[in-house]
């Protein structure tokens, strides 16, 4: 996989749930979404006094469309390239029902973590178990200078002693609600919905953890 490419965004469409279902709701739209990126952007900037010695690291999928849309975000204010990339977790997950035996986590497209801040991007903050396989898996890359979290949507309920840095909005959920995040570059469509766990699926998305 090459270098990420740090592209502004373009416009993306509306999401529309289309599920007769009062319960199911967009909680973010496209704009939404774009203004929360922007703002998370400003505040990297201000809480490491600029973006040098900055990397941003996705976790797949959409977490990696994220740390993009951040990176574009990051070098319009500050007007030079951050560098971003992708960080498998895949063997480091704990809430497998089999795990294969671990093997060195690798990145994409950011280059060494040695010294850097590396900017961890999710879509959304559950339980805290996907950031502690992050955290498990860039201590295996090397060692960062910091680390620090970035997430769309933290919608609590934690398992582990796990919080985010940077967060676009938080969003008081019940454990039998399902949060699912659409963004135009993996499911065609943009926006963040909440909806019963037994409700129907609303086309593809990702829940996290």
């Known amino acids: 996989m090459g270098r990420l490419r740090a592209a502004q965004p373009t416009t993306p469409h509306r999401l529309d749930p289309g599920v007769p279902n009062a319960a199911t709701r967009v909680v973010m739209d496209a704009a939404a979404i774009a203004r929360a990126l922007r703002r998370i952007a400003h505040e990297v900037v201000e809480a490491n006094h600029g973006v040098a010695g900055v990397s941003v690291l996705g976790i797949p999928t959409r977490g990696v469309h994220l740390a ?13 390239p951050v560098p971003v990339g992708s960080l498998d977790i895949g063997t480091y997950r704990d809430d497998l029902g089999t795990r294969p035996p671990r ?3 690798t990145t994409s ?4 973590v040695d010294g ?6 999710d879509d959304v903050l559950y339980t805290g178990r996907t950031i502690r396989a992050a955290l498990d898996a860039i201590s295996d890359l090397g060692r960062p200078g910091r680390v620090q979290v970035a997430v769309l949507v933290d919608r609590g309920h934690r398992e582990l002693p796990i919080r985010a840095d940077y967060v ?8 039998s609600e399902r949060v699912t995040v659409h963004l135009m570059d993996s499911d065609g469509e943009e926006g963040v919905v ?12 990702a829940t996290g953890g």
Not at 194 to 205: S, T, V
């Open 103 to 105: 093997r060195l986590a």
């Open 116 to 121: 850097r801040t590396i900017v961890v991007v």
């Open 109 to 112: 497209g950011a280059g060494p």
């Open 194 to 205: 909440i909806q019963p766990r037994d409700g129907g699926a609303i086309g593809r998305g």
């Open 168 to 175: 676009g909005k938080n969003l008081p959920t019940s454990v």
């Open 68 to 80: 993009v849309r951040l990176a574009a975000f990051l070098a319009e204010v500050e007007g030079s």
